[in-house]
C-alpha cells in the first residue's frame, strides 16, 4: 500500500487530504506505542480488529469484520466486536462514518481530532480532510447561534476524482 499524500496547499491546512491508503502495519505500531504511553490495553482482539480496519483501503462495516472474525476464532460475536470498536473510536484510533455505519483508520492515531471526510457514493473509498480550520470554523459558527457542541460528525457524499474520471 502507498503512503499518504498531504496536499498541503494553505498554510491553515494542519496535515492535508489523506486518502484511506496508508502502511497498515506501521499504523498498528504507531496505535501499539499509543496504548503504552497511555496505559491502555490492546487486548488481542482489540489488535485483530485493528490490523483489519487498517489493511482495508476502504472504511469498513462491523458485520464484515464479525464475518472475518468468525473465520479465525471460535465465538466471535457482535458484542466482542462492537467493544473492540467502542474501545478504538474512544481512544481517536479509527473513525466511524456515521452515514454509512463503516470505519476507517484515523491518520493521526496519536492526537484526538475531529475531521470531516468525502465519501465516494460510486467506490465508497473516504478521504480524511485533516485541516483543523474546518473544526473550528463549524465550532465558532455554532457558538454564535448560542449552541454548545459537543462532537463534529461532517460527511460530504459525492464522487471522487478517480471515479469521475471513469
Do not use: W
Not at 20 to 46: I, K, N, S, Y
Not at 102 to 118: D, G, K
Not at 128 to 140: N, T
Amino acid at each position: 500500500m502507498s503512503e499518504p499524500h498531504d496536499h498541503d496547499h494553505d498554510a491553515g491546512h494542519k496535515h492535508g487530504l489523506h486518502e484511506h491508503r496508508h502502511d497498515a502495519a506501521a499504523f498498528v505500531r504507531v496505535v501499539a506505542d499509543a496504548c503504552e504511553a497511555r496505559g491502555l490495553r490492546l487486548t488481542p482482539l482489540r489488535l485483530r480488529v485493528l490490523e483489519m480496519i487498517a489493511a482495508s483501503d476502504k472504511p469498513v462495516k462491523a458485520y464484515d469484520l464479525l464475518d472475518r472474525l468468525k473465520d479465525e476464532r471460535a465465538g466471535a460475536a457482535p458484542p466482542t466486536v462492537y467493544r473492540a470498536l467502542d474501545f478504538l473510536l474512544e481512544n481517536s484510533f479509527i473513525h466511524k462514518l456515521e452515514s454509512i455505519n463503516a470505519y476507517v483508520s484515523c491518520h493521526h492515531p496519536e492526537e484526538a481530532h475531529q475531521v470531516p471526510f468525502l465519501i465516494c457514493d460510486v467506490c465508497a473509498g473516504a478521504i480524511e480532510i485533516c485541516d483543523d480550520g474546518v473544526a473550528a470554523l463549524l465550532s465558532a459558527q455554532a457558538r454564535e447561534h448560542g449552541f454548545r457542541p459537543r462532537a463534529q460528525t461532517l460527511e460530504v457524499h459525492g464522487v471522487c476524482a478517480s471515479c469521475a474520471k471513469r
